[in-house]
C-alpha cells in the first residue's frame, strides 16, 4: 500500500514523474514546496471537476482544464478547497432561489442586472451531473450576508420558485481533487497575478448603455490597493439641469458644470420643458448624499442603497430626459463605485478565511445564537438617510467589514444617539421598506455588548 501523501504537493510528484519534470526543472527553477496557505496550484490533468464538496458524493458545479490555475486555501484528505478568483473561474455561476410566494431574501435592481441581498441568502451550486438544473440544485456554497451586492445573469420563474442565475462572488469556495493539481510555476504565478491587475468594466446594465458614449471608464485598483478612487462631486444647480435639457447632459467630472451661456444651451426661441419641482428638490437632496459618501471610507460607504434611490426617481419621471439621463448615469457610477467596494471586500474575506478556522466561526456563531439576537453590529449615523428630505435612521454595521447589515429608526423607547459607536445585539423582526429601498429592524430588546474601543 502506498505512503500517505505529504502535505506539500511537490514530493509527491517528484516520486511520480521526476524523470519528466528534470527537463523543465532545467529550463525554469523550479518552485518552492508550499507548507502554508494560501498557495497557487495549476491543474495538471486534461479535466477536474469542482464540487461542492471533499468527497464524490458532492456533485460537480463546474470544471477546470490543464493549465488553469487556483488559489489553494485549504487541504482535507485527497482535496483541495479552492476560492472563485482567477479567470478560471470566469464562466462559473450560481443559483439564488426561493418560493415565489415569498417576499424573498434579495432586491432585484430595476433593470434587473444586478440585486443586493437584505437577509442572509443561501447560494447554491448548480448541479453539473444534472444538466445545472436548478430544481437539481440542492448544496448552498455559502451564505451570503445582507446588503451583498450580486451580478444577475439571468432570472428564471419556475411555477413555484424564482430563481436567479449570478456570478460567483470571489469568496465562494468548492473542492478539487488534489492529485489534479501541481504547483505553479514562476511564470505561471506572474500570469496569474497579471490578470488580476486593473482591467476596464465596460458597462453591462441598462442605465449604463446612454452613460458609456460620454464618460470615461475608470479602471479597477490593483487587488491589494488600501485606498480607492472615488468619483468627484458633480455640482448641481437649477441653471446647469435646464441647460443640458436643452443642449445635453453636464459631464460627471470635475468642473464640469454649464450655465445658459454655453455652447450647449438651446437656441435662440427653442422652447424649454420645466422641470418638476418635486423631481429637483429630490435630485439635489441625492446629490447632497451622495458628496457626504463622498467624505466617508470607500469599503463602508452605503452605495446600494443610494444608487436604488436615483433609479427609483429615474423611474418616477420617464418623461423626463435630463432627469433620467442624470440620474442613470449617477446610478451607474455608484454601481461601479460598489464594483470596486465589492473587489476590496471579497479579497479582505480571502484573507481571513486563510486565517480563521473553522473553530472560531463556529464560536461566533454560538455567541450569536446564544444571545438570541436578529442581529449584532455597531451602531452608527446614516449618511443617507439623514432626516433631511429622507427620514433619519440609524444603520447597524458588521463590526468586521463595516458594511451595514440593517436600519433602525429613531425611537422613543431606545436612546439610539446615546449608543452610537458601540456593540450592540438587537432581538426585532425584520421587514423590507420598498419606498426607501432598505431592510429595517423594529427592536424589542436592544443590549449594549460592548463599548467602542
Request: net charge positive; charged share 25%; glycine share 8%.
Amino acid at each position: 500500500m502506498a505512503a500517505r501523501r505529504p502535505r506539500s504537493l511537490v514530493p509527491r510528484l517528484l516520486s511520480i514523474c521526476g524523470p519528466l519534470v528534470a527537463g523543465a526543472a532545467a529550463a525554469e527553477p523550479a518552485p518552492q514546496p508550499q507548507e502554508q496557505f494560501p498557495y497557487l496550484a495549476a491543474v495538471g490533468t486534461d479535466v477536474v471537476d469542482v464540487r461542492a464538496g471533499a468527497h464524490f458524493r458532492y456533485y460537480a458545479f463546474g470544471r477546470l482544464h490543464d493549465g488553469d490555475l487556483v488559489k489553494v486555501f485549504d487541504e482535507k484528505g485527497e482535496w483541495a478547497r479552492v476560492a472563485m478568483l482567477g479567470p478560471a473561474f470566469e464562466k462559473f455561476f450560481g443559483y439564488v432561489k426561493y418560493p415565489i410566494a415569498d417576499p424573498g431574501p434579495i432586491q432585484l435592481s430595476p433593470d434587473g442586472a444586478s440585486a443586493v441581498t437584505i437577509a442572509p441568502t443561501d447560494l447554491f451550486a448548480p448541479n453539473r451531473d444534472a444538466g445545472y438544473k436548478p430544481k437539481k440544485s440542492w448544496k448552498p456554497l455559502i451564505t451570503l450576508p445582507a446588503q451583498r451586492t450580486l451580478r444577475v445573469l439571468k432570472t428564471l420563474d419556475d411555477r413555484d420558485e424564482k430563481i436567479y442565475k449570478v456570478t460567483l462572488p470571489h469568496d465562494v469556495q468548492g473542492w478539487v481533487k488534489l492529485t489534479s493539481l501541481r504547483p505553479a510555476t514562476p511564470s505561471e504565478q506572474a500570469a496569474w497575478e497579471a490578470a488580476l491587475a486593473p482591467t476596464r468594466i465596460s458597462p453591462t446594465d441598462q442605465e449604463g448603455a446612454q452613460e458609456a458614449a460620454h464618460s470615461v471608464q475608470a479602471p479597477l485598483p490593483q487587488a491589494d490597493s488600501l485606498h480607492l478612487t472615488q468619483p468627484p462631486v458633480v455640482p448641481l444647480d437649477e441653471m446647469s439641469v435646464q441647460s443640458a435639457l436643452a443642449g445635453g447632459m453636464p459631464q460627471l467630472g470635475a468642473g464640469s458644470t454649464e450655465s445658459a451661456d454655453s455652447p450647449a444651451a438651446a437656441p435662440a426661441g427653442r422652447p424649454r420643458k420645466a422641470l418638476p419641482r418635486g423631481a429637483l428638490a429630490m435630485l439635489k437632496d441625492l446629490e447632497a448624499a451622495y458628496a457626504r459618501l463622498l467624505a466617508e471610507p470607500v469599503d463602508t460607504a452605503e452605495l446600494a442603497p443610494l444608487r436604488l434611490l436615483y433609479l427609483d426617481l429615474a423611474r418616477q419621471h420617464r418623461g423626463h430626459r435630463v432627469i433620467v439621463e442624470y440620474s442613470q448615469r449617477r446610478a451607474r457610477q455608484l454601481q461601479l463605485w460598489s464594483e470596486m467596494q465589492e473587489r476590496k471586500l471579497e479579497l479582505s474575506r480571502l484573507q481571513r478565511a486563510a486565517r480563521d478556522t473553522a473553530d472560531n466561526a463556529q464560536k461566533a456563531r454560538l455567541a450569536l445564537e446564544a444571545g438570541g439576537y436578529s442581529a449584532m453590529g455597531r451602531l452608527n449615523a446614516s449618511s443617507v438617510y439623514d432626516g433631511s428630505r429622507l427620514p433619519r435612521l440609524f444603520r447597524l454595521r458588521d463590526p468586521e467589514t463595516g458594511r451595514t447589515i440593517v436600519y433602525l429608526k429613531e425611537s422613543e423607547r431606545f436612546n439610539l444617539p446615546g449608543m452610537l459607536g458601540e456593540l450592540i445585539g438587537i432581538v426585532g423582526k425584520k421587514s423590507y421598506d420598498g419606498g426607501l429601498q432598505i431592510t429595517i429592524i423594529a427592536p424589542q430588546r436592544i443590549e449594549v455588548l460592548t463599548p467602542q474601543e
